[in-house]
């Protein structure tokens, strides 16, 4: 008797959880049914946008902290891979790199190699449909600025689909699940759930199809590999993931200390560290067949000239004027070296330093676009030991889009830019984070102090 009712309890407390999964999965459905309606009727503006958003994050919350992601299972995965569907068929908001994606794809099928060629040397175009591409590519006097892990993406999915952006979007899906199973793996159900569910990544890469997502997963699988003692993949996989964007390269310190705790050797680590110039060659080697030229001259241009939503960068700028850029990158560079001293870090989890790694880097960058940080997403899903100030930078990204033209106001967009934000948004912004850092400080070391302080003195 009391097997059934046990038995009846737990039907019960599972009806509850699918329905709760359910009416998630349909408040998500009617927040972008919103966007989509807005967007084609040219009305979606951005404070409707951060409206929202702001919903997605509240049923975000609400499954976190009632714990439905501790109870995720085979529903919520198909409602959240439903949802991913229905936005690789939806029309992009506020973005138009997609169309840079897909004129590198016909370019690479064409010319053998997108780079050091610009778009606007084909206007005059005849065909319609690389007509319509070309009038939407954003700064159409540079050559693209892509990695080649990512242009030979394009490329296929050219052969395959020509011009098709939900073909683009689709096969996102690949490295997107296996991240799913590989967080399922390594941290737990609960943290699966909060990747997979998470609105950022499902806007970013689904609804306007950033291809990130193949480097990310490309990054956090040569951690997991180092992790159990695959050192040659992981720095490959590693080297690999260069070739999609460059974020990686901060955590190469982190990757050869995992190796050095095994094997403290010099001359072997060199060896085995090297070993990523294979990924990163392989990658660079079929257009190095048709052009000599590379991502690099484009980048290094943007990294030299380019502001977008810049926060901890003004900080920088006020103090150095136009040598900013050259310092912006060294409280990241001191967060490393400073976790790579056992003394002064051991308390932090791995994730922990990386999350505050990742965060002082993007904090001062001149340019944090809102889909750069979801790089540092899977290291911020290991619950407890996560430094959540970076999961508020990770929120607050979405506020970029709050610029001069996507709130309409033109007049300022003549005056200052199309790219340019408000200058009391960005303050307010840059400023909420210093007492985010003291609270995470007094939260995080407040129990060691206090356990230190309890424990007898070795004197008496």
């Known amino acids: 008797m009391e097997f059934e009712k046990d038995k009846e309890r737990r039907s019960l407390i599972l009806n509850r959880t699918n329905l709760v999964w359910i009416l998630a999965a349909l408040s998500y459905l009617c927040i972008f049914l919103f966007w989509e309606g807005k967007n084609w009727e040219r009305s979606l503006s951005g404070s409707l946008y951060i409206f929202g958003f702001c919903g997605l994050s509240a049923v975000y919350g609400f499954l976190f902290f009632s714990k439905t992601f501790e109870t995720s299972g085979k529903l919520s995965f198909v409602l959240g891979l439903l949802l991913r569907i229905f936005l690789v068929f939806s029309t992009p908001i506020f973005e138009d790199d997609w169309a840079r994606y897909l004129w590198d794809g016909w370019i690479s099928s064409e010319k053998g190699s997108p780079y050091g060629i610009t778009p606007e040397s084909f206007f005059g175009e005849l065909d319609p449909t690389r007509t319509e591409i070309l ?51 390594k941290y737990g159900v609960r943290s699966s759930a909060l990747y997979f569910w998470n609105p950022i990544l499902i806007k970013e890469v689904f609804l306007n199809a950033h291809p990130d997502i193949i480097g990310i997963f490309l990054l956090f699988y040569s951690f997991y590999l180092a992790e159990k003692y695959r050192f040659r993949l992981s720095f490959f996989i590693w080297g690999l993931s260069l070739a999609v964007k460059g974020f990686g390269v901060l955590l190469f310190p982190f990757l050869l200390k995992l190796y050095w705790s095994k094997t403290p050797n010099w001359k072997k680590a060199g060896i085995v560290a090297a070993i990523s110039i294979l990924g990163i060659v392989l990658a660079y080697s079929p257009f190095l ?17 380019f502001t977008f939503f810049p ?22 560079i001191v967060s490393i070296l400073f976790f790579l001293n056992k003394k002064y870090s051991s308390h932090l989890a791995e994730e922990e330093k990386i999350g505050i790694t990742f965060f002082l880097f993007f904090y001062f960058s001149p340019v944090v676009n809102a889909w750069y940080l979801l790089w540092m997403f899977p290291f911020l ?10 999961w508020v930078l990770l929120f607050l990204g979405q506020v970029s889009y709050l610029n001069y033209a996507n709130t309409g106001d033109w007049k300022s967009v003549l005056e200052k830019g199309y790219y340019a934000h408000p200058d009391l948004l960005l303050i307010s912004i840059s400023c909420v984070f210093l007492p985010i850092l003291l609270a995470w400080l007094r939260v995080r070391f407040s129990a060691k102090i206090t356990d230190s302080l309890e424990k007898p003195s070795h004197l008496s």
């Open 311 to 332: 926060l901890g960068y003004n900080i920088l700028h006020t103090i150095f004027g136009e040598f900013a850029r050259a310092f912006w990158t060294f409280p990241a």
């Open 289 to 305: 067949f048709f052009s000599q030229e590379t991502d690099f001259t484009a980048l290094s241009r943007f990294i030299g000239s």
């Open 135 to 185: 009038s939407r590519i954003n700064h159409p006097d540079w050559p693209t600025i892509y990695g080649p892990a990512l242009e030979i993406y394009f490329y296929l999915i050219h052969l395959l689909f020509p011009w098709k952006l939900w073909a683009l979007k689709l096969f996102l899906l690949v490295p997107d699940i296996l991240l799913f199973f590989l967080i399922r793996t």
């Open 381 to 390: 899903l290991r619950i407890p030991g996560t430094f959540w100030p970076s």
